[in-house]
């Protein structure tokens, strides 16, 4: 790429997007901070929390995204003439395939054992974060179709400039997923476990839409760490300080630990995101005499909470439960909260009020052969998760016709 250290411009990728703004161009940002956070922020779909300039900014000023953790920034942005932002694709050059929650790991094998190189590949998504949430970012009044193809070839474009694989966009909202294969993506589905607000006027009213035999267990779970002596404080970012945030770190940390492997996540990227976006941090603090035990780190947006990391000190009956699903949920109705998203997998989530829910994904392999294997395997393995959808959806908890 060329151009002032850490942009760089896509040749040939100028075209129409608004008769009011042509011609356009495609510029590559390595730092977020080349980008004015107005700018950014002034974007359509940055209001999630996690395409927030301050939130992306964090990850990589802290060093929670870089080479070394196997992201590198490669943002795209859409320009006119006059260099006003048009649109932008939030997007990274990956090394591997940790931290992103598609799993890919089949295909890089299929590729080393036909001696390709499956990496370097770029990835759209937000680093470590399984949520959906828009990709294809587009100014206000911009029509956000051609935006977001001239961003999606631009994508495609850098892929073959750098010789990366391929192209993947994750966690895209549905009528993303529409408009990328309407690019050439090939699509790819797979399935969460999300709770929806219906109104609820507290907690009981939520447990009164459960079968009997799944209301009981619930109150039982609940009743079991009330009894345990623990109680919870729910603690925005502005109202967490830097003393319990070293508290907090090594409770986040634990669930790494267990698994061998080290925290996506630092304190100090922790300590300033919650500064910078203080309503929309959300620890759930269980505490034992007087001292932390258990957190479920969250972001929320104006209708939607989004559990992110869970970690306890020690093994407390049914604390993950409470401390991840019913906090959560009761928090959801206090505040008038449409939806929670608790993270990827776990069918237990199921008993607990959260239903299976589609996610999505797309993807662009520049070799062909490889292209037409994949999305074979994509059209087999989407039938699968319709056939689980459709099976998992029979042991929600809910009294039929509840809701």
């Not at 035990?293 to 306890?312: E, P």
């Amino acid at each position: 790429m060329h151009g002032r250290a850490g942009r760089g411009k896509v040749p040939g990728q100028r075209g129409r997007v608004n008769a009011a703004v042509e011609p356009v161009r495609i510029e590559v940002v390595r730092n977020i901070a080349d980008v004015a956070a107005a700018d950014w922020n002034g974007l359509r779909g940055t209001q999630c929390p996690f395409l927030r300039h301050e939130f992306l900014l964090a990850l990589e000023e802290t060093g929670c995204v870089a080479p070394a953790s196997g992201w590198t920034p490669c943002h795209l942005l859409l320009r006119d003439q006059a260099g006003r932002l048009l649109g932008a694709l939030p997007l990274y050059s990956k090394t591997s395939s940790y931290g992103e929650f598609v799993f890919d790991w089949a295909w890089a094998d299929a590729y080393r054992r036909a001696g390709l190189r499956y990496f370097p590949k770029l990835v759209s998504a937000v680093p470590f974060t399984p949520a959906t949430s828009p990709r294809l970012l587009h100014a206000a009044g911009q029509e956000p179709e051609p935006v977001g193809l001239a961003l999606l070839s631009g994508a495609t474009e850098l892929a073959r400039q750098i010789e990366a694989s391929s192209v993947h966009v994750l966690f895209p909202t549905a009528a993303e997923t529409t408009l990328l294969s309407r690019a050439g993506f090939m699509a790819r589905k797979d399935c969460q476990f999300h709770w929806a607000n219906r109104g609820y006027a507290d907690f009981d009213a939520f447990l009164g839409e459960f079968t009997a035999e799944k209301r009981k267990k619930a109150k039982r779970e609940r009743r079991r760490v009330a009894e345990a002596g623990i109680s919870f404080v729910r603690l925005s970012g502005g109202e967490i300080d830097a003393t319990l945030w070293k508290k907090l770190m090594p409770l986040y940390a634990s669930s790494f630990w267990r698994r061998g492997r080290e925290p996506y996540l630092n304190e100090a990227f922790f300590t300033r995101v919650s500064a910078a976006l203080p309503e929309n941090v959300l620890a759930i603090v269980a505490m034992l005499r007087g001292e932390p035990v258990a957190t479920a780190l969250c972001f929320r947006s104006a209708d939607t909470l989004y559990g992110r990391y869970w970690g306890s000190e020690g093994d407390y009956h049914s604390l993950h439960f409470e401390t991840c699903y019913y906090q959560g949920i009761e928090y959801c109705i206090e505040k008038g909260l449409r939806t929670f998203e608790p993270g990827t997998q776990g069918e237990h989530k199921i008993s607990r009020g959260f239903v299976p829910t589609e996610t999505h994904s797309a993807h662009w392999l520049s070799h062909p052969q490889f292209a037409r294997a994949i999305d074979q395997y994509l059209d087999r393995e989407r039938a699968h998760i319709d056939e689980y959808m459709e099976s998992a959806s029979g042991h929600v908890p809910y009294r039929k016709g509840s809701g």
